[in-house]
């Protein structure tokens, strides 16, 4: 067997195109994903929630990757076709593939619709292989593992899956193995999760990464297209590979280059406020296990030409001191006399004097008045909040003012709102 890790390589030798599902709309995020598709929300301040699987994939070496979007695109779309340009004199790109009606007049109806609406993609490429990713968790992975893996066992087909505890399992699709990671059966959050092999405590849930054979892949997608299904890839496309050569790859062996035990198995659905918001708490904390200060392992995004965060003012007496303890501060923010805490600020976000804020997400561009006070409060871009309004402590009136409650309480303020004295 002749595999090479280097995804773009010639004839006799694997080649891989990597296609990412970016069409989400994202409806557990409203009102994040009100202008915007859930990929294109903002996360840890610089970046998208697309640059996660996009850095995973660059970094491991894949540079030939398309993106299947659909819902709210525009600004996703523009993000990639300004921060993620690649040489095109080597062959290597990553963009956008809008859905085109190509076979019909319906626009995407399901993951595996959309991969089957864009195989001919696949065709033109040539390839061997190809990885169907989501673009909507937060984790750090070396592909290049899972696919010397899916060669390894001779795959037709390989799912991602990570440990979880087998008394939260029921929130997730449950991959059932043998002791070979041989795949025998799939649950839909089931009410009695099927353990892991010699491991009674955890169940392996499945985490939306596939690696297909080419040849394999064709065939399932044409005989679910003719099918009245829910053309879903975890529903409908890999059952159909029980029975053959379907493995699950644990995710929680992989460590990427310049990690270690403690960053591994690291993995976050942010589909909902509250997982979106922990997550990015996760990144603040004093040893994250997302760690995006690893060189080795870059976050990547576009840049911005913006100046360094500034902290100004230094009147102790007054307490006007300009500062930000345990939190993340983008470029071009002005911290101007008030406290920041536990927080994440987006770019170009300013912070006036006796202001307050603790436990919150702020997105590009927000306007913090004089003696502002936020707790737990996600304000989405370009919001300019009036000198001393308080938000995050009293939820009836937050209501009112018509921001979203999450169910553990925290409060998103969309883009652009109004906000009264």
């Known amino acids: 067997m002749n595999v090479s890790m280097d995804p773009s390589a010639g004839a006799g030798h694997v080649r891989v195109i990597t296609m990412i599902l970016a069409g989400g709309q994202g409806k557990r995020l409203y009102p994040l994903t009100r202008d915007r598709a859930k990929p294109a929300v903002p996360f840890g301040g610089l970046y998208r929630i697309i640059d996660l699987v996009l850095s995973n994939f660059i970094n491991s070496g894949f540079f030939r990757i398309k993106l299947l979007t659909q819902y709210k695109s525009h600004s996703l779309e523009q ?6 340009r690649m040489a095109p004199i080597t062959d290597n790109f990553v963009e956008c593939l809008p859905a085109q009606q190509r076979l019909g007049m319906s626009w995407y109806k399901g993951s595996a619709d959309s991969i089957y609406q864009s195989l001919h993609v696949v065709e033109d490429e040539g390839a061997t292989d190809v990885c169907i990713f989501g673009a909507d968790h937060v984790y750090q992975m070396d592909i290049r593992q899972m696919l010397a893996f899916h060669h390894g066992v001779d ?25 070979q990671m041989r795949v025998l059966d799939f649950q839909e959050k089931p009410e009695k999760p099927a353990s892991m092999p010699g491991n009674p405590d955890l169940a392996l849930a499945s985490m939306g990464n596939y690696i297909f054979r080419t ?3 064709v065939d399932a997608l044409a005989v679910d297209a003719a099918k009245d299904t829910a053309h879903d890839f975890g529903k409908d496309i890999l059952p159909r590979f029980v029975g053959s050569k379907l493995y699950a790859y644990d995710f929680a ?18 589909g909902s406020i509250d997982s979106y918001f922990e997550a990015n708490m996760d990144l603040i904390s ?14 990547r995004s576009s840049m911005r030409f913006l100046p360094p965060a ?6 102790e007496p007054k307490r006007r001191v300009g500062r930000a303890i345990q939190s993340m501060v983008s470029d071009g923010c002005i911290v101007s006399g008030g406290l920041v805490q536990t927080s994440i600020l987006g770019p170009g976000v300013r912070v006036n004097s006796y202001a307050s804020i ?11 008045g004089r003696r502002v006070r936020l707790k737990r409060v996600i304000v989405d871009k370009d919001v300019a909040i009036p000198a001393g309004v308080r938000i995050g402590y009293n939820h009836d009136l937050d209501r009112s003012r018509g921001f979203t409650v999450s169910e553990s309480g925290v409060v998103v303020v969309p883009k652009r709102a109004r906000i009264d004295g």
Do not use: C
């Open 155 to 179: 795959a037709d087909a390989t799912v991602a899956v990570v440990p979880v505890p087998v008394d939260q399992a029921s929130a997730f699709g449950i991959v059932v193995v043998d002791e």
């Open 253 to 270: 062996s992989n460590v990427v280059p310049g990690g270690s035990g403690h960053n591994s198995g690291y993995w976050r659905d942010v």
């Open 286 to 299: 004093y040893r994250p296990r997302f760690d995006i200060h690893n060189t080795q392992w870059p976050l």
């Open 310 to 315: 500034k902290f100004v003012h230094m009147d």
């Open 79 to 84: 993000h990639v076709a300004r921060g993620w």
């Open 215 to 217: 040849g394999g892949l």
């Open 358 to 368: 603790r436990d919150s997400i702020l997105f590009g561009g927000v306007d913090v």
